[in-house]
């Protein structure tokens, strides 16, 4: 890799890798080491092929998928990780958005790896579900399919998050239209 290629390269890692962290930390669970692991062995392959690649944050984000799918695909997966304790549940006064996300990514850890990553990039990436199926390399009913249960099982396991989706949405009146009286 020439000098100015370094450069750019160094650029992209410093101003982008925040972002792709957290994206890494979703698609593993919330295991920011894995996190870690699967965004630097990206970075890795970029740095390989920095001088070929158009949009290094697109190829970037086709690898830490692909490493992602490749990991849950393995014969023998790795191990949960067994804890004293479990963690503390956050109670009914959510301050901000903090205990929100603590909800959120102890639910997704809890999600199988291919029912995360299809929730990652459906909601996270805002991907549409032509693009998930092809990351995935599977149909767009299965992407379909596997995020309603997802979805499903991710309400299960976190109620408190029910009250965020679209559903919720529908059953809560609106407060910015009055009522209209039907008269006979």
Request: net charge positive; with cysteine.
């Amino acid at each position: 890799m020439d000098a100015e290629s370094q450069k750019r390269f160094r650029e992209f890692v410093e101003g982008r890798s925040a972002a792709l962290l957290r994206t890494a930390v979703l698609l593993t669970g919330g295991d920011r080491h894995a996190a870690e692991d699967l965004l630097q062995n990206a970075l890795v392959k970029a740095a390989g092929r920095w001088s070929r690649i158009e949009d290094p944050e697109a190829y970037v984000r086709q690898v830490l998928y692909r490493q992602q799918i490749g990991r849950w695909r393995l014969k023998w997966p790795r191990r949960e990780v067994a804890v004293a304790e479990p963690p503390e549940r956050p109670g009914a006064d959510t301050a901000g958005g903090a205990d929100l996300r603590v909800v959120m990514r102890a639910a997704l850890a809890r999600l199988t790896p291919r029912q995360r990553t299809v929730l990652v990039l459906r909601y996270f990436e805002d991907l549409p579900e032509a693009d998930v199926a092809g990351i995935l390399g599977c149909t767009v009913g299965t992407v379909r399919s596997t995020t309603h249960r997802s979805l499903a099982r991710l309400r299960a396991l976190a109620p408190e998050l029910a009250d965020l989706g679209p559903a919720a949405a529908e059953a809560a009146p609106s407060r910015d239209i009055p009522p209209v009286e039907v008269r006979p």
